[in-house]
């Protein structure tokens, strides 16, 4: 096995226990927000804190009896705004590192989004988590109170954007029939070139992008709560170009009868 396959290797067993280690976190997360925030709507403020990384060098100035305080008003803001049952979704978990001042996560630290929604309405955590015991370091609402969209006309949006790649695949197939050389810059062409973009967000609804490229055979989709589901597409360039291509040079081709005539 020469050194790099080795090297492939590594790297791809390296990826896959980072992504289960990192899909672990992500209903490590989920539980955690939910044990916290159920404690704190049933007003039990020593659990809710059990749920918290008070160690952490970010309580140092902290009182506990100020923290459980602030708790007690972080309850009245939820309570009064999304009332007391309430569902949880992960949404998303990342590390930012920036040259900009205030901008990078702090060390040993994720910052994580967890959409929480009653029937009607919902609204999104942002969460600071200690890396180590996976407890909450910080934890704030933001500004966004949305109404839950009819996911109805989200999914219908999803079978157009689906004949999108359906349809680069057929061209695709076409063009490894036809008599064309290069094929393989063909090919490029019909993946790679899928633009613009149009998004549907099931919450925000329609967007156009015009020079968004969409490079897996014209598609891209999400959904991770209601805030970041989303469908795009792109137009099919590459594909619709190939496809009139083949066309002409077909029409082009002499019939049966011409080739006797001459």
Do not use: H
């Not at 490029?188 to 490079?215: D, E, H, K, R, W």
């Amino acid at each position: 096995m020469n050194k790099l396959t080795k090297t492939f290797l590594l790297i791809l067993t390296v990826s896959l226990f980072t992504s289960c280690d990192f899909i672990n976190n992500a209903f490590t997360y989920k539980d955690t927000t939910q044990g916290f925030t159920d404690s704190l709507i049933a007003e039990d403020y020593e659990k809710s804190v059990s749920f918290m990384e008070i160690e952490n060098d970010a309580f140092n100035a902290t009182n506990l009896d100020t923290l459980k305080l602030g708790l007690v008003n972080f309850r009245k803001i939820i309570v009064d705004n999304f009332g007391k049952e309430l569902d949880y979704t992960f949404m998303s978990a990342n590390k930012t590192f920036s040259t900009v001042e205030g901008e990078s996560t702090a060390p040993n630290t994720t910052l994580a989004q967890i959409e929480f929604s009653n029937d009607t309405e919902f609204g999104v955590f942002a969460i600071t988590f200690d890396d180590n015991s996976n407890k909450i370091i910080n934890i704030k609402t933001l500004d966004i109170k949305e109404k839950i969209p009819n996911m109805l006309w989200f999914w219908l949006f999803g079978i157009l954007a689906l004949c999108v790649p359906v349809f680069n695949i057929w061209i695709i197939r076409k063009i490894k029939k036809s008599k064309l050389k290069k094929k393989w810059l063909k090919y490029i062409a019909v993946i790679f070139l899928n633009v613009p973009a149009i998004t549907y967000s099931a919450v925000y609804g329609l967007s156009f992008s015009l020079l968004s490229f969409q490079i897996l055979l014209g598609i891209s989709f999400s959904y991770m709560g209601f805030l970041s589901s989303t469908w795009t597409f792109g137009i099919p360039l590459g594909g619709l170009y190939w496809l009139w291509k083949l066309n002409k040079k077909k029409n082009n081709e002499p019939t049966e009868n011409e080739i006797i005539k001459e």
